[in-house]
């Protein structure tokens, strides 16, 4: 069963930022390295327990995205009952760790 994907207003800002960086200076590059995270995010409608857990919320998983140095984290939960993907947030891998505090 496929599930449904959904990115939090926050999460989606974040490559958008990115992919107006990146088109300044290439803009093939830019589009290519969006439609490929978009890709990447999209296909958590299927299998998307196949990423590990992050360890800094409890049922936070983290699929990895690009190469370094341009590599990000996309950072989501599963809604089992609803089948439901929910993309919280999109960072670049060498970002601190997530406050857990809050």
Same mark, same amino acid.
């Given at each position: 069963?496929?599930?449904?994907? #959904? ?24 589009? *290519? ?11 958590? *409608? ?10 800094? #919320? ?9 190469? #370094? ?29 997530? *406050?857990?505090?809050?």
């Amino acid at each position: 069963m496929e599930y449904e994907v #959904k990115i939090a207003k926050k999460a989606e800002a974040n490559p958008r930022h990115i992919y107006k960086a990146i088109r300044v200076v290439r803009s093939p590059v830019a589009e *290519d390295w969006f439609r490929g995270l978009e890709a990447a995010i999209f296909s958590l *409608d299927r299998h998307p327990l196949r990423h590990p857990l992050t360890g800094e #919320k409890p049922n936070l998983r983290n699929l990895l995205y690009g190469r #370094k140095p341009r590599r990000y984290r996309v950072l989501y939960s599963i809604d089992e009952a609803r089948q439901v993907v929910n993309v919280v947030q999109i960072r670049h891998w060498a970002r601190h760790r997530l *406050d857990t505090s809050k």
